[in-house]
């Protein structure tokens, strides 16, 4: 399994960023999906999650200001960021959780970073 991240940027404070995230490969089920990022010198935070039966998950930090989507048909997830803070700059990786066949076990996948940038 395969993920490919786009979407970061910088950005002005109170501004959006949509980030996009889409899984490849071998894939036999996608149990999840989401993202977490790291800003220098923290520890890497847990921001969104999506099931394969759309509930959602949420870091408090940013509940009401993001929101996480998924397309299953595609394998992908999306972020939709407002209200940025500068607080919000870090390193955003996507996520799944999948089975790349059908004897596998659940594991967690990981795309590349994309740098999330936000100016105050």
């Known amino acids: 399994v395969q993920l490919q991240a786009s979407g970061g940027g910088l950005v002005q404070a109170g501004g959006s960023l949509r980030l996009s995230c889409a899984a490849s490969?071998?894939?036999?089920?996608?149990?999840?999906m989401g993202w977490s990022r790291q800003a220098p010198g923290k520890q890497r935070e847990l921001v969104a999650t999506v099931t394969n039966n759309g509930n959602t998950n949420y870091a408090d930090s940013v509940k009401g200001r993001f929101t996480v989507s998924r397309d299953n048909a595609k394998n992908a997830v999306n972020l939709q960021m407002n209200s940025l803070k500068p607080d919000d700059t870090a390193v955003y990786y996507c996520?799944?959780?999948?089975?790349?066949?059908?004897?596998?076990?659940?594991?967690?996948?990981w795309g590349q970073g994309t740098q999330v940038t936000v100016s105050s």
């Open positions: 490969g071998s894939i036999w089920s996608i149990r999840a």
């Open positions: 996520y799944a959780l999948a089975e790349a066949y059908t004897w596998s076990t659940p594991t967690n996948y």
